[in-house]
């Protein structure tokens, strides 16, 4: 039981330090990518949503544009950009449930031809 227990606490401590881990360059692409859509979004220009929308998305995001006015929010020191391959997600909130298991409100982002589209979002 100790043993379990031990090996659970190293692999949260393990994701835990390596959740803001990915491909640098690739980060920058997602956060570029990111504030640009923030950018449309603030400035209400809801003609230019579905360029930064990922195609099989964009009915989606248009009867759903109030959660991407809540939830994109400004990303600061504590938001977390996961990048795996082609798929990515910002949590710009991070929260911690229990003390321990990361949580907080997501967007998700899938590259398509080279470029960074938004997904959806997942409300925690």
């Not at 949260?12 to 640098?24: D, K, L, T």
């Not at 710009?92 to 003390?99: A, G, N």
Request: charged content about 20%.
């Amino acid at each position: 039981m100790a043993r379990v227990a031990l090996l659970l606490v190293g692999a949260v401590i393990a994701f835990v330090s390596c959740e803001r881990f990915g491909v640098p360059s690739e980060r920058q692409h997602v956060i570029r990518r990111y504030n640009q859509f923030r950018a449309v979004i603030a400035g209400g220009d809801t003609t230019r949503i579905t360029e930064f929308v990922a195609p099989e998305f964009q009915s989606w995001a248009e009867s759903r544009l109030h959660l991407y006015q809540n939830f994109a929010v400004p990303l600061d020191d504590g938001s977390t950009v996961y990048t795996v391959r082609d798929k990515a997600t910002i949590c710009p909130r991070p929260q911690r449930h229990y003390y321990v298991i990361p949580g907080g409100h997501t967007i998700g982002m899938v590259k398509l031809n080279g470029e960074w589209f938004v997904t959806r979002v997942s409300i925690d």
